[in-house]
């Protein structure tokens, strides 16, 4: 199956794109390219092959999660320009109306 450039207008819709007729001949060429590569995987022989989740033979590769004790209220606010109370006082940025 080939991709026209009737396919890449109708895409270019779809996406709500617009390309000039330079860029829909190279969209078409590389579209056809990528068939051209996905047919070529097509025809490898992969029986008897387990598909792949990950490339990895790694499970976990992060640390394990450790409770620690999180940071006082009192050493959050110590360089904090402006505090009220026990928060961080900052410029409003939000208007009402």
Same mark, same amino acid.
């Given at each position: 199956?080939? @991709?026209?450039?009737?396919?890449?207008?109708?895409?270019? @819709?779809?996406?709500?794109?617009? !390309?000039?007729?330079?860029?829909?001949?190279?969209?078409?060429?590389?579209?056809?390219?990528?068939?051209?590569?996905?047919?070529?995987?097509? %025809?490898?022989?992969?029986?008897?092959?387990?598909?792949? %989740?990950?490339?990895?033979?790694?499970?976990? @590769? !992060?640390?394990?999660?450790?409770?620690?004790? %999180?940071?006082?209220?009192?050493?959050?606010?110590?360089?904090?320009?402006?505090? #009220?109370?026990?928060?961080?006082? @900052?410029?409003?940025?939000?208007? #009402?109306?």
């Amino acid at each position: 199956m080939a @991709v026209t450039k009737q396919d890449v207008d109708y895409i270019a @819709v779809l996406a709500r794109l617009a !390309f000039t007729d330079a860029e829909k001949e190279k969209l078409t060429d590389e579209m056809n390219s990528v068939l051209g590569y996905m047919e070529k995987l097509n %025809s490898l022989d992969t029986t008897g092959i387990e598909p792949l %989740s990950n490339m990895n033979d790694r499970t976990n @590769v !992060f640390r394990p999660d450790e409770i620690i004790p %999180s940071i006082s209220n009192s050493d959050a606010l110590r360089n904090a320009p402006d505090k #009220q109370d026990r928060f961080f006082k @900052v410029p409003k940025v939000i208007e #009402q109306k």
